[in-house]
């Protein structure tokens, strides 16, 4: 692994010489697009490391947003857990009012606010080996609990796409309308071990993100559209699940 760490080390020092590179596309997802071009790496949705075992998360210098660390589909009472938790517990679609959404964080450490009727919260059981979505209505009376993801998917998941995390900052530039970006600083991280994601679930340091919608055309009014159930934590709270590389 430490020669795949130089050899990633060796391609971002060519790449950060390049100064300002035009973005291969526009919106969010330009700064990690135009990255993975220049290692000459195409795009896929695997759930495998992106750079010879090693995963790589880009950001703009400012951004505060959460890192995603992998997405789980979760197991419940509905055959598609994520359709019956959109249609049970979303609200309305705020450009068409006849289709749900669901789009919320759910914490282990305080309860999150669902719509008008619901708030949600994270369990970890150790007894059982799950990390549970709890329900609660209004009155904060528990109402469902038969949404969970496995301990033993989580570390695997964890395990195979997160053992070594590069996270690479680039300045972000707008030239003749179009956007730009230096890549300027990489930092390397190894995993301390699945038992440190279970305490960070735990404490509120690791929170849950479902990002679940409708599909608005013709052919396919009113299907799920999941943009991903996904385990996310800040950047500034990463060393509570790796070690930095020196």
Excluded: Q
């Excluded at 790496?41 to 947003?65: M, Q, V």
């Excluded at 994270?122 to 007894?127: A, F, N, Q, W």
């Excluded at 109402?143 to 993801?149: E, F, G, R």
């Excluded at 964890?158 to 996270?167: D, F, I, P, S």
């Amino acid at each position: 692994m430490n020669d795949n760490i130089r050899m990633l080390y060796k391609e971002f020092n060519r790449i950060k010489k390049l100064e300002y590179v035009k973005s291969v596309r526009g919106g969010n997802t330009g700064v990690g697009a135009t990255f993975e071009a220049l290692l000459s790496k195409n795009e896929d949705d695997l759930e495998i490391p992106d750079f010879y075992g090693i995963e790589i998360k880009t950001r703009r210098s400012y951004s505060k947003a959460y890192i995603t660390l992998f997405s789980a589909v979760p197991t419940g009472s509905g055959y598609y857990e994520v359709k019956r938790l959109r249609d049970t517990y979303g609200y309305s679609d705020s450009r068409d009012c006849n289709l749900k959404v669901l789009n919320v964080d759910a914490f282990s450490d305080s309860f999150t606010k669902v719509g008008n009727g619901y708030y949600f919260k994270l369990h970890v059981d150790r007894d059982s080996e799950r990390i549970v979505l709890l329900v609660f209505d209004r009155y904060k009376n528990l109402v469902d609990d038969s949404t969970y993801w496995d301990f033993l998917v989580l570390k695997e998941k964890l395990e195979r796409k997160l053992e070594v995390l590069a996270v690479v900052k680039a300045w972000p530039n707008r030239i003749g309308g179009y956007e730009y970006f230096k890549y300027y600083k990489m930092n390397i991280y190894i995993l301390k071990g699945f038992d440190y994601f279970v305490r960070c679930i735990e404490e509120g340091i690791i929170k849950l993100n479902l990002k679940i919608s409708s599909y608005r055309d013709f052919k396919r009014y009113g299907m799920v559209k999941s943009h991903g159930v996904s385990f996310c934590i800040r950047e500034e709270d990463l060393d509570s699940l790796f070690d930095i590389y020196r």
